[in-house]
């Protein structure tokens, strides 16, 4: 296929899912239409910089979670000052493609089925991943305001 190889297509196909699944989230969050392209920007940011960390970098998916949540709540910080708006319009809807809602499903899933290695496996995986989007709120909430403020150029 000309040089792009089927890994590459799924990694594309990835990110382009990132920016509508954080529309479409944004849209149920009630996020006002006029954020909505900016909300699916920061989630695409988050999550693409996540996936090259983590398939490319050989980062593990909690330290690759941790800095695309920082990135994600940097891009949030600014945006809210840029536009005039609270954080959280942002940072909701921009963490959405890093919640590990799949590592919870089979998490439980296993549970069910008896597989209890497969399930304490997939279960620390998901707590990792959870910890570090936590981590990486509170490591980027604790900058000062005035630092956004003096970087707007509006």
């Known amino acids: 296929m000309n040089g792009i190889d089927f890994i590459t297509l799924s ?12 529309v479409a989230f944004s849209i149920l969050f009630g996020v006002p239409r006029r954020y ?20 490319y970098a050989g980062f593990s998916e909690a330290e ?8 994600v709540a940097l891009l949030s910080r ?6 005039k708006c609270p954080t959280t319009v942002f940072l909701i ?17 296993y549970l069910v089925s ?14 990792m991943v959870t910890i570090a989007i936590v981590f990486g709120i509170i ?7 005035r630092f956004f403020k003096s970087l707007s150029v509006r």
């Open 78 to 83: 600014f945006m809210a000052v840029w536009f």
């Open 36 to 55: 909505y392209i900016h909300c699916g920007v920061c989630g695409m940011l988050g999550w693409t910089f996540y996936i090259v960390l983590f398939r």
């Open 114 to 127: 008896g597989q209890l290695r497969h399930a304490l496996s997939s279960g620390s995986t998901a707590l």
């Open 93 to 109: 809807t921009g963490i959405f493609p890093m919640v590990p809602g799949g590592g919870i499903y089979w998490t439980i899933f």
């Open 11 to 22: 990694v594309a196909g990835q990110i382009v899912a990132a920016f509508f699944g954080t």
């Open 139 to 145: 490591l980027v909430n604790e900058i000062p305001g």
């Open 64 to 71: 690759a979670t941790l800095c695309g949540t920082i990135l």
